[in-house]
């Protein structure tokens, strides 16, 4: 019977702006509200226009809506979008209901700005990885606030002037808001839950403003087993799982956690050879000795913290004898 052994190696404060908008009356003191949602509107985006009223009867009334002086509705009351332009632009709106023979008017002002906030996990991937680590339990996530701010003649306001209020689940937080301040760093949310982060973003003379807001949940993470091939590196490209046969004088295998929170130091990486501690670290090479055929079980622990890990098991095969033709000589 063969055995295997291991050989030991080692790798490497605003409060919460409103919607850029302005209001005022056409003629008449209008007895009815006129809003726009979303409350920050994105460049080449849509908006929509409601219409409320405690005074009136809009399910008879008649409503005319323009935009930009060109007439887009009318008819009956009800929620119309309104297509906006470029950032910076600004898009009026006036809009009339007529009831009971009396026309009333409302005007309002929409100019939209590009604010988009990025979240960041601080979380663990493998080198040059492509992708985005997933939020981490018991991590913490970097959201940056990216402002592409612009005033109606199209000048580009600078990023460090401007002011950022952050809030999360719906607490303002006071300390990390001011001019300048485009990061926030923020701790995962409690598993099962979502944690929503926003930001409004004005101009220090608070004539323009934009936002956004995000939402995220963390997601258990994983650690997967990579062939190390000694010409072609780390093959990335298909994980093991199942079986794995052991075809050479020796093999190099590599583990690569995913989205395992990065706060104090790497993920704990533990190779277990038949159920005994065999190796720490992301690499182990193994080498099968004696004479004929032979298996064993090799299992991975990965841990963060107290209460995160993750596992990866395969079951090893070795010294079996592969054919090099059709006859099998």
Do not use: C
Not at 69 to 79: A, C, L, R, T, W
Not at 120 to 141: D, H, N, Q, R, T
Not at 206 to 222: E, K, M
């Amino acid at each position: 019977m063969r055995s295997l052994f291991v050989i030991i190696a080692f790798s490497l404060l605003i409060p919460g702006a409103a919607l850029a908008q302005s209001l005022g009356g056409l003629g008449n003191n209008a007895p009815f509200t006129l809003s726009a949602s979303p409350q920050y509107p994105t460049p080449y985006g849509t908006a929509t226009l409601s219409f409320l009223s405690s005074s009136l009867d809009l399910s008879n009334a008649m409503l005319s809506v323009s935009s930009d002086g060109k007439n887009i509705y009318q008819g009956s009351v009800q929620p119309i979008v309104v297509t906006l332009g470029r950032t910076g632009s600004i898009t009026h709106i006036a809009a009339t209901i007529s009831s009971g023979g009396t026309k009333y008017s409302q005007s309002l002002s929409i100019q939209p700005e590009d604010v988009v906030l990025v979240a960041e996990p601080i979380a663990s991937a493998p080198p040059l990885y492509p992708g985005k680590p997933s939020v981490p339990p018991e991590g913490s996530v970097r959201v940056v606030a990216v402002a592409n701010m612009e005033d109606a003649s199209g000048a580009l306001l600078n990023p460090a002037a401007l002011s950022y209020a952050w809030t999360v689940d719906g607490t303002q937080i006071a300390d990390a808001s001011g001019i300048g301040k485009d990061v926030l760093m923020v701790a995962s949310p409690l598993q099962y839950r979502a944690r929503t982060v926003s930001v409004a973003v004005m101009s220090q003379d608070g004539s323009l403003v934009g936002g956004d807001s995000l939402s995220f949940s963390t997601a258990n993470p994983t650690v997967l087993i990579y062939e190390n091939d000694p010409l072609l590196g780390i093959r990335f490209d298909h994980a093991l799982s199942g079986t794995y046969t052991i075809t050479s004088v020796e093999s190099t295998l590599y583990a690569a956690p995913f989205s395992f929170p990065m706060v104090s130091a790497t993920p704990a990486l533990q190779w277990f050879l038949d159920g005994s501690a065999a190796q720490t670290g992301n690499v182990i090479t193994l080498r099968p000795t004696g004479s004929g055929a032979g298996t064993a079980t090799l299992s991975l622990t990965a841990s963060a913290g107290s209460y995160t890990t993750a596992t990866a098991n395969l079951s090893l095969s070795f010294g079996l004898t592969t054919s090099t033709n059709a006859f099998g000589l």
